[in-house]
T-cell receptor
Framework: RKEVEQDPGPFNVPEGATVAFNCTYSNSASQSFFWYRQDCRKEPKLLMSVYSSGNEDGRFTAQLNRASQYISLLIRDSKLSDSATYLCVVGSSNTGKLIFGQGTTLQVKP | EADIYQTPRYLVIGTGKKITLECSQTMGHDKMYWYQQDPGMELHLIHYSYGVNSTEKGDLSSESTVSRIRTEHFPLTLESARPSHTSQYLC???????????????FGPGTRLTVL
């Protein structure tokens, strides 16, 4: 079983749609959580950190459920420019390393 | 934008050649990392460093080696390139956190290596 699991998709949605991605992680010692965005053939870039209380950045909302060990990302009012792969990333204080999920691909269509 | 640089961006080379992929960051970050990523697949950590003269192997076995003589520089070397080394290599860096958490990593643009 992978340490960080995501549905690879692709998710094909029309502009303006609301879409949600989930991610599960296996290491209960994990203490840091992030969503990164990766465009085709580019490097990953931080989209947002995920806090226990949940957090929002414009059209993006991230939530963490420690009891069930899953993280979610909600994108409202999807734009064409949101088309990318979204990586769920989990950090462990034990190792100081980040573990990346395979990513969920989003394709927003006109 | 993060100040982390990788050269070359693209490299096509023959089997058996020695290559060095360069990575530099100007943010004064203590921690640096090398990841390998095949198309459509997840990133795999192959090397990391917590500071000068510190290097560790990552989760994915790799025939490459690294060095960390200066804080800002973390080159990766392949002594004898093979077609199985064809991949994208991404360098990243992060600060040490004051708490027990794991800090955000900032990535360079990557080197796309093709070994013929």
């Amino acid at each position: 079983r992978k340490e960080v699991e995501q549905d690879p998709g692709p998710f094909n949605v029309p502009e303006g749609a609301t879409v949600a991605f989930n991610c599960t992680y296996s290491n209960s010692a994990s203490q840091s959580f992030f969503w990164y965005r990766q465009d085709c053939r580019k490097e990953p870039k931080l989209l947002m950190s995920v806090y226990s209380s949940g957090n929002e950045d414009g059209r993006f909302t991230a939530q963490l459920n420690r009891a069930s060990q899953y993280i979610s990302l909600l994108i409202r009012d999807s734009k064409l420019s949101d088309s990318a792969t979204y990586l769920c990333v989990v950090g462990s204080s034990n190792t100081g390393k980040l573990i990346f999920g395979q990513g969920t691909t989003l394709q927003v269509k006109p | 934008e993060a100040d982390i640089y990788q050269t070359p961006r693209y490299l096509v080379i023959g089997t058996g050649k020695k290559i060095t992929l360069e990575c530099s960051q100007t943010m004064g970050h203590d921690k640096m990392y090398w990841y390998q990523q095949d198309p459509g697949m997840e990133l795999h950590l192959i090397h990391y460093s917590y500071g000068v003269n510190s290097t560790e192997k990552g989760d994915l076995s790799s025939e490459s080696t690294v060095s960390r003589i200066r804080t800002e520089h973390f080159p990766l070397t392949l002594e004898s390139a093979r077609p199985s080394h064809t991949s994208q290599y991404l360098c990243a860096s992060s600060h040490n956190r004051w708490d027990s958490g794991t800090d955000t990593q900032y990535f360079g643009p990557g080197t796309r290596l093709t070994v013929l």
